[in-house]
């Protein structure tokens, strides 16, 4: 893995949050065929843990309500808002 350092920061990389840099550094290593298998899978799991997929801030599962084939059309359309906020092109709250 190859590596530069440079004294000087650019202008995007000073209007970046620590966040954004941290995400940028942590793709890079992911992305990275010469960087060790440990360490892409670091770089992955620290970025699910950011997204809040993974560790101890990550949301609880639900409980499920039963096999799809059980639910009713209104319990499958409100499990599909709750788990994607209804972004999903074609599926809104008022179909």
Do not use: C
């Amino acid at each position: 893995m190859q590596t530069e350092i440079e004294n000087e920061p650019d202008d995007e990389a000073s209007s970046l949050t620590d966040t954004e840099l941290a995400r940028r550094a942590l793709r890079a290593v992911l992305v990275d065929p010469l960087a060790p298998a440990a360490s892409r899978a670091q770089a992955a799991r620290t970025l699910a843990e950011i997204a809040g997929a993974l560790g101890r801030h990550a949301q609880a599962p639900r409980e499920a309500l039963g096999p799809l084939t059980d639910m009713t059309p209104e319990q499958l359309r409100a499990e599909l808002l709750g788990e994607t906020g209804g972004h999903l092109p074609g599926i809104t709250a008022e179909a």
